[in-house]
């Protein structure tokens, strides 16, 4: 069936270090994957997205790694700042579904 | 800003009651999307209209319907509410017609709160 999962509700980091947020898929035939940020009190902001012909993509201060092989997706924050903290949804789409699924989300908490 | 207008953005009301929620889409973007998010929970979707037509539908209960006008706002109706249906409600939209071909813009949300 369908399901995203996260592997860390929480992620506690200082400011100026990189974050890693993790998330597990597994339905096989998704094809399309976004991250979403979540602030207190506002709607999920698109971050990045990736598709699954590709394994990696870079934004402005954001990389999405996607490893297909064990159904598992990245999002790589660099020097992290404050304004970061929110929480982070990753979403998978199999164009089949016409419908994105989204994970429980993970809890970034940057420290100053 | 995404460009999405929800409101209102808090209702809170009784058990039984029924409630409509307000979604303004993006200006010129033809899908809106509903999804509902419990409290330290996911967004659930619960179904996507693209110009006017119903599009795709989730985990919507029988108690839950939507329509999209000729304007293109849509309006989600809650009714014979119970205590779980206490969530944030989100309205997204886009301008595309499938949910895999590009990003969302989610309104600030509802808080619908039952007691």
């Known amino acids: 069936g369908e399901s995203v999962g996260l592997h860390l509700p929480t992620l506690s980091v200082q400011e100026g270090d990189n974050s890693i947020i993790n998330c597990a898929y597994s339905n096989s035939a998704s094809d399309y994957f976004i991250w979403y940020k979540q602030e207190s009190g506002k709607g999920p902001q698109f971050i990045i997205d990736i598709r699954s012909n590709m394994d990696k993509r870079q934004g402005q201060r954001v990389t999405v790694l996607l490893n297909k092989t064990v159904k598992h997706l990245s999002l790589q924050i660099a020097a992290t700042q404050p304004g970061d903290s929110a929480v982070y949804f990753c979403?998978?789409?199999?164009?089949?579904?016409?419908?994105?699924?989204f994970g429980t989300g993970t809890r970034l908490l940057v420290s100053p | 800003d995404s460009g999405v207008t929800q409101t209102p953005k808090h209702l809170i009301t009784a058990t039984g009651q029924r409630v409509t929620l307000r979604c303004s889409p993006r200006?010129?973007?033809?899908?809106v999307y509903w999804y509902q998010q419990s409290l330290d929970q996911g967004l659930q979707f619960l179904i996507q209209y693209y110009n006017g037509e119903e599009r795709a539908k989730g985990n919507i209960l029988e108690r839950f319907s939507a329509q999209q006008f000729p304007d293109l706002h849509s309006e989600l109706n809650l009714s014979s509410l119970e205590l779980g249906d206490s969530a944030l409600y989100f309205c997204a939209s886009s301008g595309q017609a499938g949910q895999g071909t590009g990003e969302l813009f989610f309104g600030e949300g509802s808080r619908l709160t039952v007691l």
């Open positions: 979403a998978e789409n199999n164009r089949g579904f016409q419908k994105l699924v």
């Open positions: 200006s010129g973007d033809l899908s």
